[in-house]
């Protein structure tokens, strides 16, 4: 949880035209049929997490993860001839970005799920963009709060709060659990304000510096699961087939799907599939893994979304520009 991106996903867009001399390729599928099968992916995002932690711990489904994703961007690189980013004080920012971007929501949100159904973990996902816009008013003295700000923090406050059922002890969910997933949706929106302010036009592609960034994060957790976790033994053909396409699916080929969209359709247009990706988190726990659903849940679910979809269209928090074409680069959030 594409931030995905997820969020994932909020991601800011080139919207340059493309020169005269420059071959318009018209993709094979149509727009909303991407579209859907990126919504689905992120959102089962949340399943295959729940999954792969049957088998893996937490740290190793992450990096598990991080490494099919990153293999994908990097076979990309290849066909497409482009390189990785370069200089030092580049590759410095996307160390902190594969961070907040990626290895810790992501990590969080596998710890997360050990405690808490993946339904839940899909809606706190969902809450990123909140978070976004109270970073934004709080801390970036640029962005000042307006009345219409505080007010939507407020309802989505109160959403959340609905989501958990906190009148009557929060609906029986796993505390420490549900604080790791809103944490991990946090974590996006402090990774975003970072970039936006580090990473701006380094003339490198989207694609270069995305698949520089999942190449750090992969190293990150590389260095930090065999202290902290214990090492997988075997591999079960279920829980290795969900980890595989949490990260090929839903980390390498839902970035790619993601930045066609934003080019054929425009940011706006793409970043509304976040608001699908916690309703089919929620059917498919539901469906396939006999999660149980109250009332409450999908109720203040709808609260956040309609907030989020608001404010968002406000504050425009989920923009994360940098370098690349149109001198704008959206670095991959994904999923959960």
């Avoid at 339904?119 to 962005?143: E, F």
């Avoid at 190293?219 to 087939?241: D, E, I, K, M, N």
Wanted: glycine share 10%; aromatic share 8%.
């Amino acid at each position: 949880m594409t931030s995905a991106a997820a969020s994932a996903p909020p991601a800011a867009a080139s919207t340059a035209e493309p020169s005269p001399s420059e071959p318009v390729r018209r993709p094979l599928l149509d727009w909303r049929v991407r579209f859907g099968a990126l919504s689905l992916v992120w959102g089962f995002s949340f399943l295959f997490i729940k999954v792969g932690n049957e088998a893996f711990a937490p740290l190793y489904v992450t990096l598990g993860r991080m490494l099919f994703g990153t293999a994908v961007l990097l076979v990309t690189l290849v066909v497409k001839r482009e390189r990785l980013p370069r200089g030092a004080r580049v590759w410095g920012h996307l160390a902190v970005a594969a961070f907040f971007l990626n290895a810790l929501p992501f990590s969080l949100f596998a710890y997360a799920e050990l405690t808490i159904p993946s339904t839940l973990a899909g809606i706190c996902n969902a809450a990123s963009p909140l978070w976004g816009m109270l970073l934004a008013v709080v801390v970036v003295s640029d962005d000042r709060p307006t009345r219409q700000r505080v007010a939507g923090l407020g309802l989505g406050f109160i959403g959340v709060l609905i989501v958990l059922g906190a009148w009557q002890g929060f609906s029986g969910q796993d505390p420490l659990g549900t604080a790791l997933a809103l944490i991990a949706s946090a974590s996006y929106a402090v990774g975003w304000q970072y970039v936006r302010r580090t990473l701006s036009d380094t003339g490198h592609s989207h694609l270069s510096m995305s698949g520089g960034q999942l190449l750090l994060g992969t190293v990150q957790l590389a260095l930090v699961a065999p202290v902290f976790a214990t090492t997988p033994t075997s591999f079960p053909v279920l829980p290795l087939l969900s980890v595989l396409a949490l990260g090929a699916l839903g980390t390498g080929v839902a970035f790619l799907v993601q930045y066609g969209l934003v080019d054929e359709v425009g940011p706006t247009t793409a970043m509304m599939v976040t608001y699908f990706v916690p309703v089919i988190a929620t059917t498919a726990g539901v469906a396939i893994l006999g999660e149980h659903l109250t009332w409450n849940t999908p109720v203040g679910a709808v609260i956040v979304l309609i907030d989020a979809a608001l404010t968002q269209r406000r504050s425009g928090a989920s923009r994360a520009p940098s370098g690349g074409r149109g001198r704008t680069i959206r670095v991959h959030r994904t999923g959960s």
